[in-house]
């Protein structure tokens, strides 16, 4: 009886995989009865034609497995878009993949890509999922911080954190959680390295329309050499504010695709059907000006909620993009910024999440992140709350 009893226990990396940060304040904030600003929900209205074609696609039995990389219009409307906007051109059959969101696409890349004890590196702050992803993997994460008073590349820590086992770098632009919007420049001198030492790079691209105050979002696997190595994601979760309808994509070589598709079928199987026909009808109708508006109106929220932030004392970081801040809390009490987070919840009833989730161990403790992408009478409430302190 010792003998199987001693074989009953967790993997070894499960005591180190908690629930993140972001969801543990969600909770705090229901118990309080307070305005979510820590999680990314995005609870903006739904565009009316994709919300009609989803209740329409339910009702008229597209509830099924759908073929393993997703339903054709929406790949080729996927296709259409890239073309569009991004410069990008894939072929709807063998390059593009409809994932169960952003997130799964990210998971099914690494699995196909990447082996136990390689090195990937991502830029600090970092996306908290993009590193338990990979650590659930076994695959080591490095970090890479950036420049912290304007969130710049550091070229010389890159490079000088590339080792014989790097076998990837993952570039989130427009980026949760600061709202850096890497410029040409940055991402060709990215593209460079990975060239020289024969990298991936993965990029996260879900918030490419939210982008401030003139910056462009550029798609790196335009960039000369890159075709072959990028592994771009993206979605529309964001884009159409369905985040729970797990909606995204990945575009990449056929060389790489197969395997990919694999990884997702086995875990996810496929997106929810109705939700890839709703998603489709977004793309096919909404006109240019849905998306070039994005930007106008997610630029007045940050700004509303900017101010509210710099009035208390809580200096913003102002965001390129994207519709998170990153504030100073220093003068908030507490010893860690969970502590901090707690305490602003705590008297103003606005949640946010600890800058910690973001950094490695002992970075992160004086900042706290927001987000914005709210209906404009939550956000406001918010600030007043706020303005409280």
């Known amino acids: 009886m010792r003998a199987v009893a001693e074989k009953l226990h967790l993997s070894e990396i499960s005591p180190g995989m908690v629930q ?31 919300a009609a ?19 054709e219009v929406l790949r080729k409307s996927i296709a ?4 569009r906007h991004n410069g ?54 490095t970090s890479v911080p950036l420049i912290e008073s304007d969130w710049a590349l550091d070229l010389d820590a890159l490079r000088a954190s590339i080792t014989p086992r790097t076998r990837g770098i993952v570039v989130n632009s427009p980026s949760n959680p600061c709202g850096k919007v890497f410029s040409r420049a940055e991402l060709e001198a990215v593209a460079a390295l990975a060239i020289e030492n024969d990298l991936f790079v993965i990029t996260d691209e879900i918030y490419e329309y939210f982008v401030f105050d003139g910056a462009q979002h550029i798609s790196l696997v335009t960039l000369p ?62 006109p240019e000006s849905f998306y070039s508006g994005l930007a106008g109106e997610y630029q007045a929220k940050r700004d509303m909620l900017c101010a509210a932030l710099s009035d208390v004392g809580l200096e913003p970081s102002i965001p390129q993009g ?3 801040v990153l504030a100073d809390v220093t003068k908030l009490p507490g010893a860690t910024a969970q502590e901090k987070a707690r305490t602003l919840l705590r008297n ?6 600890a800058g910690t989730a973001f950094f490695a161990a002992g970075r992160g403790e004086n900042l706290i992140r927001f987000c914005f992408a709210k209906r404009d009478e939550d956000l406001a409430r918010a600030c007043a709350m706020l303005r409280t302190l």
């Open 225 to 286: 050499g890159m075709a072959e190595r990028t592994i771009s994601i993206s979605g529309l979760s964001k884009t159409f504010s369905i985040t729970g309808w797990r909606i995204g994509y990945v575009v990449a070589d056929k060389r790489w695709m197969g395997a990919i598709n694999y990884f997702h079928d086995l875990v996810y199987v496929c997106a929810p059907a109705p939700f890839q026909h709703a998603s489709a009808a977004g793309l096919l109708q909404l």
């Open 53 to 71: 074609r989803a209740v329409e696609a339910i009702g008229q039995g597209l509830n099924i497995y759908t073929r393993m990389d997703g339903i």
């Open 322 to 324: 994207a519709y998170y």
């Open 348 to 353: 103003t009833g606005v949640a946010a999440v």
């Open 88 to 141: 990008v051109k894939a072929d709807p059959d063998g390059e593009i993949l409809v994932t169960s969101g952003a997130t799964a696409g990210f998971q099914a890349a690494c699995m196909a890509l990447f082996d136990p004890g390689d090195e990937v590196i991502l830029f600090e702050p970092f996306y908290g999922y993009h590193l338990n992803t990979l650590r659930a993997l076994r695959v080591n994460a």
């Open 20 to 50: 993140s940060e972001i969801r543990a304040m969600t909770v705090a904030c229901d118990l309080a009865g307070g305005v979510n600003l820590a999680q990314g929900v995005c609870d903006t209205e739904v565009p009316a034609p994709v």
């Open 80 to 83: 259409n878009k890239l073309a």
